[in-house]
């Protein structure tokens, strides 16, 4: 406790710790909030349903403050491969390592089903996203140019082999 000019007493707040859950239909109110806040060309809430309902290939988690969506991912498992679709935290959490939780989460997932490898696509205007895949041991293999619909920019293409939570 820190004690207030005033004579009062000033408790500073905990947060809660985040935990991570399976994506489910009720959370997509809260997951398309921030999927508008955090992407230029946002992906609509029937690609998030279809996603969640009709393809088996899709695993979608949610980071959860007590019971606020407060991050989201999601992932294709294909093989003994995983491929990243989306990462985003909400602004509010940025900064504080919920991102970095989030992918170790992916990864720890996608090992789980017996990946081995991982990829995903990246903007290169993106500079944080591209850190945060860099310390995570992702390296850039290739672009696919023009990628990117809403300002036609390429797409980096990252991959990790050595499929370990953390691991670089």
């Known amino acids: 406790m820190l004690e207030g ?6 408790v500073q707040q905990v947060p809660e710790p985040v935990r991570f859950a399976d994506m489910e239909l009720r959370h997509l109110s809260a997951v398309l909030d921030i999927e508008r806040r955090s992407f230029p060309t946002a992906w609509s809430e029937r690609a998030f349903v279809s996603e969640l309902t009709q393809n088996a290939y899709a695993h979608y988690i949610v980071a959860l ?61 993106n500079a944080v996203a591209r850190a945060l895949y860099g310390k995570h041991g992702f390296v850039a293999r290739g672009v696919r140019p023009a990628y990117y619909t809403d300002t036609h920019e390429d797409a980096i293409i990252m991959w990790k082999d050595d499929l370990k939570p953390g691991k670089p």
């Open 65 to 125: 403050r007590g019971q606020r969506v407060v991050g989201y991912a999601g992932m294709w498992l294909i093989l003994d491969e995983a491929h990243i679709t989306n990462i985003a935290i909400h602004p509010s959490e940025r900064g504080r390592g919920l991102g970095d939780a989030t992918l170790s989460e992916l990864q720890r997932r996608a090992e789980e089903h017996g990946c081995v490898r991982m990829t995903l696509e990246v903007r290169p205007s």
């Open 5 to 10: 000019t005033d004579g009062g007493v000033a």
